[in-house]
């Protein structure tokens, strides 16, 4: 029977409390969410995303309370972010208490935290009055989920509920930042623009590259992958032709105008163009007449940033 939407929260609740799987709507992206505390739960998450066991988890709390209780340290520029980014698409890195266990932080010294804004997001995590570990809800490497339409297709009858929150208002994974000794670092371009944490933490020290080495967490070449190849043209170069080139537009195109084309934002707006990205992949990746996907790195500021890192490591 499907629970009244009133008795979703609590039902699901319930379920992570028994070590289940919760699929969960955030502002960026569909999480997989389990209790964070949980070992099995945790392995849980492991086993339904086929995801390698170097690569930690992102632990969400409630407010900025429940996130201190995981964490042994809050500097003082990761106690600024949080104040002006949560709830939102903001994780810190920070020295983690001894009671999140391992398989969480891969065995990391440090653990990601995160308050997210969306609705269901933080009434589930209030009603359950605890971390949820929830990394995006898809396969190891492949795209994230922005509806809970991409979950059930992808991961539907192994998670025991999928919470339909609506498409995801971000549309791109959270920004994710470190501290070290020569203060905040990038690990993860993401939902807040790199000029919007630069103006509350001063300089941030770049991300690395990508990397096929597995000591980078999540910092993977290949990533956000579909399953069609994709290319990433440089602008200027010569558009590749041809019927089964499936092209993925930003801006306005002028004269360009190929057959099979999905445009992340006519208008050139890179909000727009983060929220449509992963669902216009996901299309031309289903489309069968497709069999490359062409893309043009958009404007490298604000969520573009976001968005070229993602096609960078789709076309890796
Ligand atoms: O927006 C998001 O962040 C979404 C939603 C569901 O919250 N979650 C998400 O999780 O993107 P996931 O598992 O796909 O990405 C987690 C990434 C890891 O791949 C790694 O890059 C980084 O977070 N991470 C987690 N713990 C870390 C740690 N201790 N040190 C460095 N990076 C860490
Ligand atoms: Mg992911």
């Known amino acids: 029977m499907t629970p009244q939407p009133s008795a979703v929260i609590p039902a699901a609740a319930a379920t992570l409390r028994r070590g289940g799987l919760v699929a969960m709507p955030t502002e960026t992206v569909y999480g997989l969410a389990g209790d964070a505390l949980n070992p099995s739960a945790l392995a849980r998450i492991f086993e339904v995303k086929q995801r390698p066991a170097f690569d930690p988890l ?26 002006a980014f949560w709830p939102g698409p903001l994780t810190l890195v920070l020295p983690k208490r001894a009671r999140v266990p391992d398989l969480a932080t891969s065995g990391h010294p440090t653990v990601a935290v995160r308050v997210p804004a969306h609705r269901l997001a933080r009434a589930l995590l209030r009603e359950f009055g605890g971390p949820l570990a929830a990394p995006s809800a898809n396969l190891f490497g492949r795209l994230s989920p922005t509806t809970a339409d991409a979950v059930r297709r992808e991961l539907g009858g192994k998670v025991d509920v ?5 498409p995801c208002e971000v549309g791109v994974e959270s920004t994710i930042i470190g501290f070290g000794p020569d203060g905040p670092r990038l690990l993860r371009a993401g939902g807040v623009p790199l000029e919007e944490i630069e103006a509350v933490a001063g300089p941030v020290a770049p991300a690395p590259g990508p990397t096929a080495r597995p000591e980078a967490p999540g910092m993977l070449a290949s990533h956000y992958a579909p399953r069609t ?6 602008d200027g170069a010569p558009a590749e032709h041809g019927p089964d080139i499936g092209w993925l537009l930003f801006g306005p195109t002028g004269s360009f105008t190929p057959d099979h084309a999905l445009n992340l934002s006519p208008a050139g707006d890179l909000r727009e163009a983060a929220a ?9 990746d289903e ?14 500021r604000g969520l573009g940033r976001a968005i070229n890192d993602r096609l960078r490591r789709a076309a890796a």
Request: overall charge negative.
């Open 58 to 83: 992102i632990c969400h709390a409630a407010d900025t309370a429940g996130a201190e209780a995981l964490v042994s340290d809050f500097p003082a520029a990761a106690r600024a972010l949080a104040e």
């Open 162 to 166: 999928i919470l339909d929150g609506g």
């Open 229 to 234: 190849p994709l290319r990433l043209e440089n």
């Open 276 to 284: 449509r990205l992963f669902q216009a992949l996901r299309e031309l």
């Open 287 to 300: 489309d069968p007449a497709v069999r490359l996907i062409c893309a043009r790195p958009v404007p490298e």
